[in-house]
């Protein structure tokens, strides 16, 4: 097994995975590697050799939301050695505070949200309360970019960061789907973490290793975006962009356990 913790994992209940997983490949226009089940995700690790994976799925209703962070919940007290969970939100879910807390209870590491799925401007006045009250408690996986949308921009999560020093980020996509060289505009100078997730195929070896090598290594973690993504292919692309074995490290798991674990 490679030292590795993939970042950015979607997993579904059997009966709708299938349906879950096609219709984020339409969102995308994207066809999608697998069904998005947990055992598809951990059969596609298992081909990569890594063991473990950060798991989520996004509530697009906020009724959505307990039954989510449930079926998360259960998953990982399943496959302890596999997965780590994040927890999910929504913008007009009643009571937030009570679920981050209730996410603390059920042993969630973290929260994932995805403001162009959802429909909510991620710096959505509604929700300035729940990231103060993640400052110091669990981080926050945010899908950032998208050149079809505003909900996403980057200066939005900018924003926020200012707003919440203390609020640990990690910025899907390397900070921007489809919008990189804006997100680096806004995000090089501030603290946030940035994924890989779903960029290698778009931007290609020589840009992925150049926006690495820009934020630093030490801001960098690994992450897949199963079921959109194989395990085996995103790794090998990481592993031939020439970077030192320092810089692996960091980003295939030394900075996953940081912010994870502390």
Known sequence: ??????????????AIAQ????????FYSIPMESSGTVQSLLASADNAGIRRSVVQSVATSPKQVRSINEFIHRECSAHPDRLIGLGTLHPELDNMEEEIERCLKLGL?????????QRFPMDDPRMLPVYDQLQGKLPLLIHCGDYRYDYSHPHRLAHILKLFPKLQVVAAHFGGWSLWDLAMEYLLPLNCYLDTSSSFAFLGKVRSREIIKAYGAERIVFGVDFPMWDHKAELDTLLSLGLSEEEYQLILHQNAEKILFG
């Open 109 to 117: 590491h973290g929260i994932k949200l995805h403001p162009d799925v």
């Open 1 to 14: 097994m490679v030292d590795c913790i993939d970042f950015h994992a979607h997993i579904y209940p059997d």
């Open 19 to 26: 349906k879950a997983s096609q219709s984020i490949g339409s």
